[in-house]
């Protein structure tokens, strides 16, 4: 789902001795008020000089087999993990203002064909936990609609698979219930609404003017990155994968011209991807990873978080939007996996 700190400069309509002039009784003056604050009134809160806040994560180690939603601040350190009561948290995401945190968890843990996953939100700090959903399926990917009124998500029925579709390929199958796709929905649980209809679309992502949604389909005829209007109308097509190749996981740019995915294939290790919002001028990000997926922008457009490997797990990391200058942030044991990065927006 952004604010830009904006710079005044005064013109320059007198000499230097002028200038000098009136800067000195300005000093005077911020002194003079200073030493005399009116009763009952509080300084004014500062705003912050970047709109880059922390960075929402999930992390399971292999020793427990259990996601759970941390967060750090921008540069890696101190990370903390939100008390939350679901199991398996996963993909969180900030609201448009900071101060709450979307998320997918199990309501009924338990096997894999018997998984109930919801959305949820909470506040940043982990309290106030609310389900949102309250679907027999898996709803999950959440993303929040500029105005933080709404949240978009990917539904899957699996009772929809048969048992000859469950051994095969998921990427093939064409939902017949019409109930899997994504969806929207407000925060109280109300006002449902399907936007597409096929089980193969993930990862929905508002656009930043709330006028579109990014999504990806991963089917082996019609796959890629997709657009649809929040009411369901005008799917339109941006990327055409090579054969055997797959497009997930959109996110935009702060100012909405851009969108980095990730690209992989049967062959090919998945990597991050950028493009214009329109589809045009694809080009793979020179991250020197390797492997890079889940890229996500910083609020000021600056810098891409995304997940890279470090030996046999995944870790997190950042780059410039350009590709440049990749470091880790984490420095975590090998059997802790991290994923799903998400930049939290400051005002």
């Not at 292999?62 to 199991?87: D, H």
Request: proline share 7%; net charge neutral.
């Amino acid at each position: 789902m952004v604010i830009k700190c904006i710079f005044f400069r005064l013109a320059r309509l007198v000499n230097a001795k002028m200038a000098l002039l009136v800067a000195s009784i300005a000093f005077l003056v911020m002194l003079a008020s200073c030493g005399t604050k009116p009763s009952g009134t509080e300084p004014t809160k500062q705003t912050s000089s970047s709109p880059n806040g922390k960075i929402a994560f999930a992390r399971v180690d292999n020793r427990v087999g259990q996601y759970e939603i941390f967060v750090m601040k921008a540069n890696g350190t101190e990370a903390r993990k939100l008390a939350t009561k679901p199991a398996q948290d996963n993909n969180p995401a900030w609201s448009p203002d900071g101060k709450r945190l979307a998320l997918e968890a199990e309501s009924s843990p338990g096997g894999n064909t018997g998984r109930n996953i919801d959305i949820y939100v909470m506040n940043a700090d982990g309290s106030e936990l609310k389900r949102i959903t309250e679907e027999p399926t898996q709803e999950s990917m959440p993303s929040w609609s500029p105005e933080g009124t709404r949240i978009a998500f990917s539904m899957v029925d699996i009772s929809s698979f048969s048992s000859a579709s469950a051994s095969s390929s998921a990427k093939s199958i064409r939902d017949n219930s019409n109930e899997n796709g994504i969806y929207t929905i407000r925060l109280d649980g109300t006002d449902l609404r399907q936007l597409t209809d096929n089980m193969v679309d993930e990862y929905p992502a508002f656009s930043p003017d709330g006028k579109t949604i990014a999504l990806a389909r991963v089917a082996k005829a019609s796959g890629g990155i997709y657009t649809v209007n929040p009411d369901g109308s005008r799917l339109k097509r941006l990327t055409a994968p090579p054969q055997g190749s797959w497009d997930s996981e959109p996110s935009w740019s702060p100012d909405g011209t851009k969108i980095v995915f990730t690209r992989g294939g049967a062959h090919s290790e998945p990597n991050a991807f950028m493009m214009n919002a329109d589809g045009t001028h694809i080009r793979k990000l020179a991250t020197k990873m390797g492997t890079a997926n889940s890229p996500a922008f910083s609020p000021d457009g600056k810098k891409i978080a995304f997940v890279g490997p470090e030996g046999s797990t995944d870790k997190l990391y950042v780059m410039n939007a350009d590709g440049t200058n990749v470091r880790r942030l984490t420095k975590t044991p090998s059997a802790i996996w991290e994923e799903a990065p998400d930049w939290q927006p400051l005002p």
